[in-house]
Protein backbone atom coordinates (compact mmCIF):
# COMPACT_ATOMS: atom_id res chain seq x y z
CA UNK A 1 0.00 0.00 0.00
CA UNK A 2 2.93 2.37 0.32
CA UNK A 3 2.98 2.95 -3.14
CA UNK A 4 -0.36 4.81 -2.95
CA UNK A 5 1.17 6.75 -0.21
CA UNK A 6 4.26 8.23 -1.91
CA UNK A 7 2.71 9.70 -4.54
CA UNK A 8 0.24 12.10 -3.09
CA UNK A 9 2.64 13.01 -0.13
CA UNK A 10 5.41 14.02 -2.81
CA UNK A 11 2.88 16.07 -4.35
CA UNK A 12 1.96 17.35 -1.00
CA UNK A 13 5.42 17.73 0.15
CA UNK A 14 6.02 19.71 -3.13
CA UNK A 15 3.09 22.08 -2.76
CA UNK A 16 4.27 22.91 0.58
CA UNK A 17 7.92 23.82 -0.46
CA UNK A 18 6.52 26.20 -3.65
CA UNK A 19 4.02 27.49 -0.99
CA UNK A 20 7.30 28.18 1.43
CA UNK A 21 9.54 30.33 -1.18
CA UNK A 22 6.38 32.13 -1.79
CA UNK A 23 5.91 33.48 1.71
CA UNK A 24 9.90 34.47 1.28
CA UNK A 25 9.72 36.92 -1.29
CA UNK A 26 9.54 40.41 0.52
CA UNK A 27 6.23 42.59 0.54
CA UNK A 28 6.55 46.04 1.07
CA UNK A 29 3.49 47.56 3.05
CA UNK A 30 3.46 51.01 1.15
CA UNK A 31 0.30 52.13 2.96
CA UNK A 32 -2.01 51.54 5.60
CA UNK A 33 -5.76 53.08 5.58
CA UNK A 34 -7.86 53.29 8.50
CA UNK A 35 -11.58 52.94 7.57
CA UNK A 36 -14.55 53.45 10.10
CA UNK A 37 -15.62 50.49 12.16
CA UNK A 38 -11.91 49.25 12.87
CA UNK A 39 -11.25 48.49 9.45
CA UNK A 40 -7.70 48.99 8.10
CA UNK A 41 -6.67 48.64 4.06
CA UNK A 42 -3.15 47.20 3.75
CA UNK A 43 -1.52 48.33 0.32
CA UNK A 44 0.94 45.70 -0.82
CA UNK A 45 3.94 45.50 -3.74
CA UNK A 46 6.06 42.46 -4.30
CA UNK A 47 7.66 41.22 -6.81
CA UNK A 48 6.11 39.46 -9.56
CA UNK A 49 2.90 39.34 -8.19
CA UNK A 50 0.07 39.34 -10.73
CA UNK A 51 -3.43 38.77 -9.89
CA UNK A 52 -6.85 38.62 -11.41
CA UNK A 53 -10.53 39.98 -9.77
CA UNK A 54 -11.99 37.53 -7.56
CA UNK A 55 -8.81 36.00 -5.59
CA UNK A 56 -7.71 36.14 -2.94
CA UNK A 57 -4.04 35.44 -0.73
CA UNK A 58 -2.98 33.96 2.57
CA UNK A 59 -1.52 36.27 4.88
CA UNK A 60 1.04 36.13 7.74
CA UNK A 61 2.50 38.52 10.29
CA UNK A 62 5.33 37.12 12.16
CA UNK A 63 4.78 39.93 14.60
CA UNK A 64 1.33 38.66 15.30
CA UNK A 65 2.42 34.93 15.06
CA UNK A 66 4.69 32.39 13.59
CA UNK A 67 2.35 30.17 12.43
CA UNK A 68 -0.94 31.30 11.63
CA UNK A 69 -1.98 32.32 8.11
CA UNK A 70 -5.23 33.81 7.29
CA UNK A 71 -7.03 34.64 3.77
CA UNK A 72 -7.96 37.54 2.56
CA UNK A 73 -10.01 38.79 -0.50
CA UNK A 74 -8.12 40.98 -2.71
CA UNK A 75 -10.03 44.35 -2.85
CA UNK A 76 -7.42 46.06 -5.61
CA UNK A 77 -8.25 46.04 -9.20
CA UNK A 78 -5.00 44.72 -12.03
CA UNK A 79 -4.62 48.05 -13.13
CA UNK A 80 -3.71 49.38 -10.08
CA UNK A 81 0.24 49.27 -9.02
CA UNK A 82 -0.10 47.76 -5.89
CA UNK A 83 -2.56 44.67 -4.37
CA UNK A 84 -4.76 45.44 -1.26
CA UNK A 85 -6.91 43.43 1.26
CA UNK A 86 -9.62 44.92 3.61
CA UNK A 87 -9.45 43.77 6.88
CA UNK A 88 -12.34 43.79 9.69
CA UNK A 89 -10.74 43.78 13.45
CA UNK A 90 -12.86 41.20 14.61
CA UNK A 91 -10.49 38.70 16.99
CA UNK A 92 -7.03 38.48 18.09
CA UNK A 93 -4.91 37.98 15.34
CA UNK A 94 -6.84 41.04 13.59
CA UNK A 95 -6.72 43.03 16.74
CA UNK A 96 -2.84 42.37 16.65
CA UNK A 97 -2.00 43.13 13.01
CA UNK A 98 -4.32 45.90 13.87
CA UNK A 99 -2.15 47.48 16.66
CA UNK A 100 1.35 46.42 15.10
CA UNK A 101 0.56 48.62 12.10
CA UNK A 102 0.38 51.49 14.73
CA UNK A 103 -3.10 51.98 13.80
CA UNK A 104 -4.41 51.95 17.89
CA UNK A 105 -1.94 55.31 18.61
CA UNK A 106 -3.89 57.16 15.25
CA UNK A 107 -0.88 58.38 14.33
CA UNK A 108 1.42 58.59 11.35
CA UNK A 109 3.34 54.94 10.87
CA UNK A 110 7.07 55.45 9.32
CA UNK A 111 7.11 52.77 6.45
CA UNK A 112 10.11 51.13 8.53
CA UNK A 113 8.32 50.41 11.43
CA UNK A 114 5.15 48.71 9.60
CA UNK A 115 5.41 45.12 10.35
CA UNK A 116 6.63 42.35 8.22
CA UNK A 117 4.15 40.41 6.37
CA UNK A 118 4.21 37.05 4.20
CA UNK A 119 1.71 36.58 1.19
CA UNK A 120 0.83 33.65 -0.53
CA UNK A 121 -0.96 33.55 -3.51
CA UNK A 122 -2.84 34.43 -5.09
CA UNK A 123 -5.55 32.06 -5.46
CA UNK A 124 -8.85 31.32 -6.75
CA UNK A 125 -10.57 31.17 -9.79
CA UNK A 126 -10.68 34.88 -11.92
CA UNK A 127 -13.83 36.48 -12.03
CA UNK A 128 -13.39 38.06 -16.01
CA UNK A 129 -16.49 36.36 -17.28
CA UNK A 130 -18.45 39.61 -16.28
CA UNK A 131 -16.42 41.10 -18.99
CA UNK A 132 -17.42 38.63 -21.64
CA UNK A 133 -21.41 40.50 -21.45
CA UNK A 134 -23.08 43.69 -22.76
CA UNK A 135 -25.04 43.33 -18.81
CA UNK A 136 -24.57 41.42 -16.02
CA UNK A 137 -25.82 41.53 -12.41
CA UNK A 138 -23.86 40.96 -9.38
CA UNK A 139 -25.13 39.69 -5.95
CA UNK A 140 -23.25 39.98 -2.94
CA UNK A 141 -24.12 39.16 0.99
CA UNK A 142 -22.52 40.39 3.85
CA UNK A 143 -18.49 40.60 3.53
CA UNK A 144 -19.35 38.41 0.37
CA UNK A 145 -19.46 41.74 -0.97
CA UNK A 146 -15.03 42.25 -1.08
CA UNK A 147 -14.49 40.61 -4.40
CA UNK A 148 -17.06 42.81 -6.21
CA UNK A 149 -14.87 45.58 -4.76
CA UNK A 150 -11.90 44.76 -7.36
CA UNK A 151 -14.06 43.57 -10.17
CA UNK A 152 -16.00 46.78 -9.99
CA UNK A 153 -12.64 48.85 -9.62
CA UNK A 154 -11.41 47.22 -12.58
CA UNK A 155 -14.60 47.88 -14.81
CA UNK A 156 -14.08 51.40 -14.28
CA UNK A 157 -9.98 51.31 -15.08
CA UNK A 158 -11.11 49.42 -18.33
CA UNK A 159 -13.83 51.72 -19.06
CA UNK A 160 -11.95 55.18 -18.44
CA UNK A 161 -8.66 53.65 -20.48
CA UNK A 162 -10.96 51.64 -23.75
CA UNK A 163 -14.69 52.27 -23.44
CA UNK A 164 -15.48 51.31 -27.17
CA UNK A 165 -13.93 48.46 -27.12
CA UNK A 166 -15.75 47.15 -23.59
CA UNK A 167 -18.46 45.12 -24.22
CA UNK A 168 -20.06 45.35 -20.52
CA UNK A 169 -22.57 48.28 -21.03
CA UNK A 170 -24.65 48.05 -18.04
CA UNK A 171 -24.81 46.65 -14.49
CA UNK A 172 -26.81 45.73 -11.85
CA UNK A 173 -25.52 45.01 -8.22
CA UNK A 174 -27.27 43.81 -5.66
CA UNK A 175 -26.01 43.60 -1.93
CA UNK A 176 -27.41 42.53 0.99
CA UNK A 177 -25.75 43.12 4.43
CA UNK A 178 -27.22 43.84 8.10
CA UNK A 179 -25.63 47.51 7.89
CA UNK A 180 -22.97 48.88 5.84
CA UNK A 181 -21.65 50.47 8.99
CA UNK A 182 -18.70 47.92 8.82
CA UNK A 183 -18.41 47.90 4.99
CA UNK A 184 -18.67 51.76 4.82
CA UNK A 185 -15.37 51.55 2.53
CA UNK A 186 -17.25 49.86 -0.19
CA UNK A 187 -20.33 52.01 -0.16
CA UNK A 188 -17.55 55.09 -0.51
CA UNK A 189 -16.16 52.81 -3.07
CA UNK A 190 -19.76 52.97 -4.76
CA UNK A 191 -21.02 56.18 -4.66
CA UNK A 192 -17.13 57.21 -6.30
CA UNK A 193 -17.98 55.55 -9.28
CA UNK A 194 -21.24 56.53 -9.62
CA UNK A 195 -20.42 59.97 -8.94
CA UNK A 196 -17.67 59.55 -12.14
CA UNK A 197 -20.03 57.48 -14.04
CA UNK A 198 -22.35 60.50 -13.99
CA UNK A 199 -19.70 63.08 -14.62
CA UNK A 200 -18.79 60.94 -18.12
CA UNK A 201 -22.25 61.03 -18.86
CA UNK A 202 -23.36 57.38 -18.23
CA UNK A 203 -24.96 57.58 -15.11
CA UNK A 204 -27.14 54.52 -16.17
CA UNK A 205 -24.01 52.35 -16.25
CA UNK A 206 -24.39 50.98 -12.70
CA UNK A 207 -27.18 50.49 -11.24
CA UNK A 208 -27.45 49.67 -7.00
CA UNK A 209 -29.74 48.52 -4.75
CA UNK A 210 -28.53 47.64 -0.94
CA UNK A 211 -31.16 45.79 0.89
CA UNK A 212 -30.67 46.11 4.78
CA UNK A 213 -32.03 43.18 7.61
CA UNK A 214 -30.73 45.29 10.42
CA UNK A 215 -32.35 48.34 9.77
CA UNK A 216 -32.78 51.16 12.60
CA UNK A 217 -33.34 54.88 12.37
CA UNK A 218 -29.94 56.01 12.47
CA UNK A 219 -28.83 54.91 9.42
CA UNK A 220 -30.84 57.35 7.16
CA UNK A 221 -28.66 59.86 5.84
Not at 150 to 176: E, G, M, P, Q, R
Request: charged share 20%; with cysteine; hydrophobic share 40%.
Amino acid sequence: TWKWVVGPMFLYLCERLVRFWRSQQKVVITKVVIHPFKTIELQMMKKGFKMEVGQYIFVKCPAVSKLEWHPFTLTSAPEEDYFSIHVRIVGDWTEGLFNACGCDKQEFQEAWKLPKIAVDGPFGTASEDVFSYETVMLVGAGIGVTPFASVLKSVWYKYCHDATNLKLKKIYFYWLCRDTHAFEWFADLLQSLEAQMQERNNAEFLSYNIYLTGWDETQVT
